[in-house]
């Protein structure tokens, strides 16, 4: 898969369950040792001790940030330890930087992870979700845009409420770059939103928290590019999760440094994707206009024939038809949707 480099866990004697452990299994094999710890949500160390259980872990996707990256591992470590979130770990996902990154990072504290080449932004977050051993994970970027200090505003809220699944930092319109691009996320959002059943007033931000065990229920299905954002969002959504918005402010991109979203390619992308999870999770939602459309189309047609030559043509039919074909189908659909509900329920 690709190289690791990982700093050690620092270790926690506060941890009632973790010394536990370790009293108890003292003299036992290493390799139980380690099962056991599995079991707990705990670490093992080198000796065959056990640390105390990760917190948060903050999963920061990089390619070619090394003016950057070791910044906001800094800034990241520093905003945990301020909100009292240790043990935590820093992960950076090197996806096949030539600007040493993954140096940058380690040498700031992070545990990095290396792609041998570059697969893509959102491969890097699934490759993070995988190694992350904390109980929630913060997903950032590692440009800078993303502060440290709004770590609170979102760890502190999912930690502090068992009611949140996930947590998004919403941007304002100064946190997107480009009025087009402003005008594009508005579009998806409302889009989106109709999709879910609920607002969403910043689809495709990247900044947030969520449980482990949640977001890895949804690895799957998320793309290996920019699109992990949105995919993540509906998916929970559609799924019964609770998801929480709150504001946050990003720094503007240095101007010597060049987004590598493509405005036509991952806009195009981005609609792709809601198309797929409004018909993977809700599929009356998009079949049921559509017959409804084709439906009033007949109807127009037959009123314009009838009128005019007082005849039912085979085109009038054909929209009919088409018209409880399509619900059909979205009705169909809607059912194997629910049955797919079910299995993901039975494999918790």
Do not use: W
Request: aromatic share 6%; charged share 20%.
């Amino acid at each position: 898969m690709g190289n690791e480099t990982e700093p050690s866990v620092p270790e926690s004697s506060g941890q009632g369950d973790a010394a536990r452990l370790k009293r108890t299994l003292r003299n036992a094999g290493d390799e139980t040792v380690r099962l056991a710890a599995d079991a707990l949500g705990t670490d093992v160390g080198g000796d065959g001790g056990v640390r105390a259980t990760i917190r948060v872990s903050a999963v920061i996707p990089a390619r070619d940030e090394a003016a950057s990256i070791a910044e906001v591992v800094r800034g990241v470590r520093s905003e945990l330890e301020r909100l009292g979130q240790s043990p935590f770990e820093v992960i950076v996902v090197d996806d096949g930087s030539v600007d040493g990154t993954g140096l940058s990072a380690a040498a700031a504290g992070a545990r990095v992870v290396r792609h041998p080449y570059s697969i893509g932004n959102g491969a890097a977050v699934k490759r993070g979700l995988r190694c992350a051993r904390g109980t929630y994970v913060v997903l950032m970027d590692g440009d800078g845009q993303h502060r440290p200090e709004e770590l609170g505003a979102l760890v502190g809220l999912l930690a502090g409420c068992s009611d949140y699944d996930m947590v998004v930092g919403t941007r304002d319109a100064s946190g997107n770059a480009g009025a087009l691009r402003a005008l594009g996320n508005r579009i998806y959002s409302r889009l989106a939103s109709y999709v879910a059943g609920r607002p969403i007033p910043d689809l495709t931000s990247g900044y947030r928290a969520v449980r482990t065990e949640v977001a890895r229920r949804f690895v799957y299905m998320l793309p290996n590019t920019f699109s992990y954002p949105s995919t993540l969002t509906l998916s929970l959504l559609r799924a019964g999760y609770s998801v929480h918005h709150v504001p946050i402010r990003v720094t503007p991109r240095a101007s010597s440094t060049k987004s590598k979203i493509r405005l036509v390619d991952d806009g195009a992308r981005f609609l792709l994707i809601i198309l797929k999870i409004a018909t993977f999770y809700a599929p009356i939602r998009v079949f049921g206009p559509l017959s409804a459309a084709t439906f009033v189309a007949g109807v127009g047609r037959y009123l314009v024939t009838y009128l005019s030559a007082r005849r039912f043509t085979n085109m009038s039919l054909l929209l009919f038809m088409t018209s409880l074909l399509l619900l059909a189908l979205g009705l169909l659909s809607e059912q194997i949707a629910q049955l797919r509900f079910l299995r993901t329920d039975d494999d918790r």
